[in-house]
């Protein structure tokens, strides 16, 4: 079974986002901080991390460019954001940026095809 971390602040965006997985037959975490994130990635393997950009405390800038220093070959990061700026220093762990208010089931279908390129 794949594992995925959902990091947001705003806790509906990732209860809806970790159901919308479960249903799929996926293993879910969150955390609501990227330092949060980066705790719980110390301890648990995941196929996948999906998350927010701008959150108060460690942001998913940081918590993309921590992953991939600590392990180049970790997977990837998908982020969610309301904000396109984060284009020009996007770490090249981050495969996809999906644009608030996204569809779930877009970033869902992203991940199928992620895993089925993988497999």
Do not use: W
Request: proline share 4%.
């Amino acid at each position: 079974m794949r594992k995925i971390l959902i990091v947001d602040d705003e806790e509906i965006i990732c209860d809806l986002m970790a159901d919308s997985f479960r249903s799929r037959g996926y293993d879910v975490m969150t955390a609501s901080s990227g330092d949060e994130a980066s705790r719980i990635s110390l301890d648990n393997d995941f196929d996948l991390v999906i998350s927010d950009v701008r959150m108060e405390k460690g942001d998913g800038l940081e918590l993309a460019e921590i992953l991939l220093k600590r392990d180049p070959q970790y997977p990837p990061v998908v982020f969610v954001t309301g904000y396109l700026d984060t284009q020009a220093n996007v770490p090249s762990n981050v495969k996809k940026i999906f644009k608030k208010p996204m569809r779930f089931n877009e970033i869902a279908s992203f991940a199928d095809e992620l895993f089925k390129e993988a497999a």
